[in-house]
């Protein structure tokens, strides 16, 4: 039998590794000290509970469809590895979709990590001064950015109703963490840091050129 054939959950071991993985690492680099920061990290740990939990351990939303659906849903055996990708049930339970969907799903969680982490080195290298070179030249919050891009990689690759949900809920709890922080940057640096507002945008890269600070 084929392993996208195979029923894919009750693997609780696979739940509890990747939730400590990818909550270390989102730890490590997010190192929250106000209560808005602990959380912004506590709802983004929430995701991945309930992302992994589904992921290996009880598909729930895919319970929650096929009682809603019954004979109308897409797929005979929605339990197998494949047609738990709901976006492949969809579709029939398509392997070209899946064979496409999976690495790009991949790519942007990966793609995130990159992003976090120059934002990180970023950081640290300017040793308390203001960073806009680098990856700061075209957004002013790159670890936002990169979360924002690992949860949409994980919503490509296993979404879930709980998730679907709460991916907007934590936008919204970046885009206001992020607006603290400017308020502090807007007092430690002042119009420096207001000129370099009014030229780089907060998450996604701007089609124009950048405005060196250098």
Known sequence: MHF??????????????????????VFYVFKPQTKREWRTLGAFTSFLVALFAEMFGFPLTIYILTSMLGNNYPVLDPFTHLNGHLWVAFAGGSQVLYSILHPLSNLL?????????????????GN??????????????PQYSGFIIIILGFLIQWPTIITLIMAPVLGIMYIRLSKKEEKAMINEFGDKYLEYMASVPRFIPALKKQKSFN
């Open 109 to 125: 969680i990966f793609l995130g990590i990159v992003i976090i982490g120059k934002g990180w080195k970023g950081i640290h290298v």
């Open 128 to 141: 308390g001064d203001l960073t806009t070179n680098g990856i700061y030249k075209y957004v002013r919050h």
């Open 4 to 25: 996208l054939d195979q029923y894919a959950y009750g693997l609780w071991g696979s739940v509890v590794f990747n939730i400590l993985m990818f909550g270390g690492f």
